[in-house]
C-alpha cells in the first residue's frame, strides 16, 4: 500500500496564486477592519469637549474612489452620529443620481467629528485624523466642500501633497494619486437658490471626472 503524500525528491505543488477578486477582497477586509479601528479611537478620543454627545463618523464604501468632505456637522448628523445625514445626504444622494455616480464608489466624512458648540474648538489631534482616515480608504477624488473643510485640509501633513485653492469647479492636483474638487458648502447652499446653482455647477463637474474613469 502506497503512503499518502509527495513521493520522495518530488517538489510539494505550490499554492495556486490569489486572483484579483481575492486580493481585492483581501485589502476591502483590510480597510473595513481600519476604519473600524480608527472609529474605535474616535469614540475614545478625549481631547474635544463634546461632553456626553457621540462622534459623527464617516460613513460610505470603505474604499470609496470618491470621498465628500465637510468640515463640521449639521444638527441631523450630531442626532445619528453619521456624516451626511440628513438635507446634505438627501441633497448629495439626488446630485449622484442625476450624475451617474454610483453611490457605492462614494465615502463622506467631516474634519470636525466631535460636536462641539463652535467647530474651531474641535482639536488638531481630532482634526488629524482624517489623515489616517484618507490613507484607509485612498480616494482617486476628494470633494472638499466649503473653505473651513479647504482650510482643514490644506493644514493636514498628507505626503506629498499639494496646496488646494478655492476655485469652485477645478479639478486640482492633491497628491500624485488623488485629485480634488472643490465646492461650495452644500449646508450653506440648500436655502438660497443662487446658492444652490452654484454649488451644482462646481459639483457636476464630478460626473464628467466619474464618466471617464477607466473600468476595473
Not at 463634546?50 to 470621498?67: E, F, K, N, T, Y
Not at 467647530?119 to 488638531?124: D, E, N, Q, V
Amino acid at each position: 500500500m502506497q503512503s499518502q503524500g509527495n513521493e520522495p525528491g518530488r517538489p510539494k505543488p505550490s499554492a495556486m496564486p490569489a486572483t484579483d477578486d481575492e486580493i481585492r477582497e483581501k485589502y476591502l477586509e483590510r480597510a473595513i477592519r481600519e476604519l473600524n479601528l480608527l472609529n474605535h479611537d474616535i469614540h475614545d478620543c478625549p481631547h474635544c469637549p463634546r461632553g456626553s454627545l457621540m462622534p459623527v463618523l464617516g460613513s460610505g464604501h470603505p474604499q470609496a474612489d470618491i470621498v465628500l468632505l465637510k468640515h463640521d456637522p449639521s444638527l441631523a448628523e450630531i442626532e445619528e452620529g453619521v456624516a451626511f445625514y440628513g438635507r446634505s445626504g438627501t441633497a448629495v444622494m439626488k446630485s449622484l443620481k442625476r450624475l451617474g455616480i454610483d453611490p457605492l464608489a462614494v465615502y463622506g466624512t467631516l474634519c470636525a467629528k466631535c460636536p462641539v458648540s463652535d467647530p474651531s474648538l474641535a482639536a488638531g489631534e481630532c482634526v488629524g485624523r482624517l489623515t489616517l482616515e484618507l490613507a484607509i480608504v485612498q480616494p482617486k477624488i476628494v470633494v472638499v466642500m466649503g473653505e473651513p473643510a479647504l482650510e482643514a485640509l490644506n493644514e493636514l501633513s498628507l505626503p506629498l501633497a499639494r496646496e488646494l485653492a478655492a476655485r469652485p469647479g477645478e479639478l486640482q492636483e492633491l497628491t500624485p494619486s488623488t485629485r480634488a474638487l472643490f465646492t461650495p458648502d452644500i449646508d450653506t447652499s440648500l436655502d438660497e437658490e443662487s446658492a444652490k446653482r452654484a454649488f451644482w455647477a462646481a459639483f457636476r463637474v464630478l460626473g464628467d471626472w466619474y464618466a471617464e474613469l477607466p473600468p476595473y
